[in-house]
């Protein structure tokens, strides 16, 4: 399943988002229009597609969900900017990141432009509530990010609060997307629940596929070096099970007790760490509960009007658990 045929139903309309995203590079400071430029290209546009299809419903108006799809990426690429300052990120996307080619203080400043550019188009739908909800939707991921640097290279997290992390980080940007949709289209309560439920147990799916490609992917299919979250000392679900399956001699265990060890043993215990993962049923175990969010996405879109975007939903969670599966 490829994501041209999942977009169908909305492909004229997302490539008009990618046309006011590029609006977005048309500013008078050269130098601002360069890492816009730099940084507003690539990606997948699952958010903004998410959103355009949540909207398909009921009232699709275009004049409202346009704006609301491209707060949604902006919003999605200004995260990206930020954590790769926080993490020190060289690569993203299999290109170099905005703080290792123009400085970390630069990547910072162009995050905040972005998120701002996407309060403003989010604040084009006119919409009180789909306007505090995505101003709500950056404390969260905020408070993510933090209690992810809390815990950095902390060993005693449990797995609830892992999910409560990538649900802050990921998920609550897909719930925006699925629920400003279904609000702009003018939806009943009980399918703007159904949108914005969709929408999160298919981001906490797509981040907990996300981190098992961290251990089993290429840097060429990941456009980031294999490992980046080890080396970064943040404890995903592989980790945890790996600790769980090897409790004396682990080379996480290692790695998050030292984390000041020189750089060539650190990567060393990430390999090995890697090669457990890979030779175990760890990854098995992972996608087993990824399919699992995927399907109580799922289970609610009958609710939904048959039509064609409440069968491309259905098709975008099979897309994001078959990921190197």
Excluded at 5 to 21: F, G, K, N
Excluded at 37 to 66: E, V
Excluded at 168 to 184: H, N, P, R, Y
Excluded at 222 to 250: C, F, R, V, W
Aim: aromatic share 6%; glycine share 6%; with cysteine.
């Amino acid at each position: 399943m490829q994501l041209n045929r999942i977009y169908a139903p909305i492909q004229e309309d997302l490539a008009r988002v990618e046309r006011q995203i590029k609006s977005v590079t048309e500013v008078d400071s050269s130098g601002l229009a360069e890492l816009l430029s730099y940084i507003l290209t690539g990606g997948k546009g699952i958010r903004p597609a998410l959103t355009l299809l949540s909207g398909k419903f009921y009232h699709y108006n275009l004049d409202l969900l346009l704006p609301m799809a491209t707060a949604v990426e902006l919003m999605h690429t200004a995260t990206l900017a930020h954590d790769d300052a926080i993490d020190h990120s060289p690569v993203r996307r299999g290109r170099p990141t905005i703080n290792s080619i123009w400085g970390e203080d630069k990547a910072v400043l162009l995050g905040d432009y972005l998120f701002a550019k996407a309060g403003e188009f989010a604040a084009l739908t006119g919409n009180l509530r789909v306007i505090r909800l995505f101003a709500q939707t950056l404390q969260i991921i905020s408070s993510g990010e933090l209690n992810q640097g809390f815990n950095a290279f902390n060993l005693e997290q449990t797995r609830d609060q892992y999910l409560e992390r990538i649900s802050s980080k990921t998920a609550s940007l897909f719930s925006l997307a699925g629920e400003s949709g279904a609000i702009l289209s003018q939806a009943p309560e009980e399918s703007i629940q159904t949108l914005k439920g969709y929408g999160y147990n298919l981001g906490i799916a797509f981040q907990i596929v996300d981190d098992i490609l961290d251990f089993i992917g290429t840097e060429e299919e990941m456009g980031k070096p294999i490992g980046s979250d080890l080396a970064q000392g943040t404890l995903t679900l592989l980790a945890m099970l790996l600790l769980e399956h090897y409790p004396e001699d682990n080379p996480v265990k290692e790695l998050f007790n030292n984390h000041d060890m020189p750089e060539g043993d650190k990567q060393k215990r990430i390999k090995q760490a890697i090669e457990l993962v890979r030779n175990s049923s760890i990854v098995k175990q992972c996608y087993k509960v990824a399919s699992d969010y995927c399907a109580k996405a799922c289970q609610r879109l009958e609710l939904l009007p048959d039509n064609p975007s409440r069968r491309a939903l259905k098709d975008l969670a099979d897309l994001v658990i078959s990921r190197r599966k």
